[in-house]
């Protein structure tokens, strides 16, 4: 049998729950802005608290200028990629950002997607993300170009950011149009709010949840994800780097695994929280016991609740 790890590089995965600004290592960032030394970096990604995480990945966010920028971050993730067979992914892009900043989400755009043409390893589609603070009129500029570059591989609209400050419930008329489109719908809930954060997307139209953990305090919502086939992109590394969840042994993905609700792997920002995709299914069997034949159905996850 395959030694510890090798078996976690080889399985055939899928990603659905990772972010290209999240993913840009140290060794690009300063490749991107030569003013930057490995100390500032350092300085940069440190995070211990949710509110940490969010300075560190705008911290990211300010080395991302031009579009090429963008399109070698892109290489990157997909080299990494295809080093651990990772088949499939669902790249968010963080465009509710990039129209804050005024930059040239066209551009950026055939950028990144010209670099996912230009390799055969990983097949490659996006999801748009908007800033939920911002409030539902800043997502639907967001809905309307994931919409406009449907035929060039968007396949989803979400919404990232501080949950409690931008409650899911103001975005379900935003939802509603995305899908009359054509879109499919995945907003982060049960992160950092409790459950009643992802009933709420639920009723608002979410087909997958970001996250999700928080779901684990509620065998009800437990057995509603069950019963209706709605999975969670669960982030093991993620939710301990945040702090949603106070420490690695007391994350919930054995109990939600073992209640029958549905579950992705991912790796939300790797470069951020140090992790690949191999490595978190490797923390899912070293710390919560999964057998390879749970790994595997989990891989397989990945696939079947594809946007594709």
């Given at each position: 049998?395959?030694?510890?790890?090798?078996?976690?590089?080889?399985?055939?995965?899928?990603?659905?729950?990772?972010?290209?600004?999240?993913?840009?290592?140290?060794?690009?960032?300063?490749?991107?802005?030569?003013?930057?030394?490995k100390?500032?970096?350092?300085?940069?990604?440190?995070?211990?608290?949710?509110?940490?995480?969010?300075?560190?990945?705008?911290?990211?966010?300010?080395?991302?200028?031009?579009?090429?920028?963008?399109?070698?971050?892109?290489?990157?993730?997909?080299?990494?990629?295809?080093?651990?067979?990772?088949?499939?992914?669902?790249?968010?892009?963080?465009?509710?950002?990039?129209?804050?900043?005024?930059?040239?989400?066209?551009?950026?755009?055939?950028?990144?997607?010209?670099?996912?043409?230009?390799?055969?390893?990983?097949?490659?589609r996006?999801?748009?993300?908007?800033?939920?603070?911002?409030?539902?009129?800043?997502?639907?500029?967001?809905?309307?170009?994931?919409?406009?570059w449907?035929?060039?591989?968007?396949?989803?609209?979400?919404?990232?950011?501080?949950?409690?400050?931008?409650?899911?419930?103001?975005?379900?008329?935003?939802?509603?149009?995305?899908?009359?489109?054509?879109?499919?719908?995945?907003?982060?809930?049960?992160?950092?709010?409790?459950?009643?954060?992802?009933?709420?997307?639920?009723?608002?139209?979410?087909?997958?949840?970001?996250h999700?953990?928080?779901?684990?305090?509620?065998?009800?919502?437990?057995?509603?994800?069950?019963?209706?086939?709605?999975?969670?992109?669960i982030?093991?590394?993620?939710?301990?780097?945040?702090?949603?969840?106070?420490?690695?042994?007391?994350?919930?993905?054995?109990?939600?695994f073992?209640?029958?609700?549905?579950?992705?792997?991912?790796?939300?920002?790797?470069?951020?929280?140090?992790?690949?995709?191999?490595?978190?299914y490797?923390?899912?069997?070293?710390?919560?016991?999964?057998?390879?034949?749970?790994?595997?159905?989990?891989?397989?996850?990945?696939?079947?609740?594809?946007f594709?």
């Amino acid at each position: 049998m395959a030694g510890m790890g090798e078996f976690h590089r080889t399985l055939q995965k899928a990603e659905l729950h990772v972010h290209l600004e999240g993913s840009v290592e140290p060794a690009t960032l300063l490749e991107l802005d030569s003013r930057l030394s490995k100390e500032d970096v350092e300085r940069g990604y440190h995070l211990d608290t949710f509110t940490e995480f969010i300075e560190a990945y705008k911290f990211a966010l300010a080395r991302l200028r031009e579009p090429e920028h963008f399109a070698i971050a892109t290489r990157r993730l997909l080299e990494r990629m295809a080093a651990e067979n990772v088949r499939y992914a669902e790249i968010n892009l963080s465009v509710g950002v990039m129209l804050f900043r005024r930059q040239d989400v066209e551009k950026i755009f055939e950028a990144v997607a010209q670099q996912a043409r230009a390799q055969s390893a990983v097949e490659v589609r996006w999801i748009f993300d908007a800033v939920r603070q911002w409030g539902p009129a800043d997502g639907r500029r967001v809905a309307e170009l994931a919409a406009k570059w449907i035929p060039e591989g968007v396949v989803g609209f979400g919404i990232g950011g501080i949950e409690e400050m931008g409650p899911v419930e103001g975005f379900a008329e935003v939802f509603a149009w995305a899908k009359s489109r054509g879109l499919h719908v995945t907003p982060h809930a049960g992160e950092t709010a409790g459950p009643e954060s992802v009933w709420a997307a639920i009723r608002a139209g979410a087909e997958r949840i970001g996250h999700g953990v928080r779901a684990a305090e509620d065998p009800s919502l437990l057995e509603f994800l069950c019963e209706r086939d709605i999975p969670l992109e669960i982030c093991i590394s993620s939710n301990i780097a945040t702090g949603a969840v106070a420490s690695l042994e007391q994350h919930p993905v054995r109990r939600i695994f073992d209640a029958g609700v549905p579950i992705t792997l991912n790796t939300d920002d790797p470069a951020l929280f140090s992790t690949t995709l191999a490595r978190e299914y490797e923390l899912a069997e070293q710390v919560f016991g999964f057998s390879h034949d749970e790994l595997a159905q989990i891989a397989e996850n990945g696939f079947r609740y594809a946007f594709r």
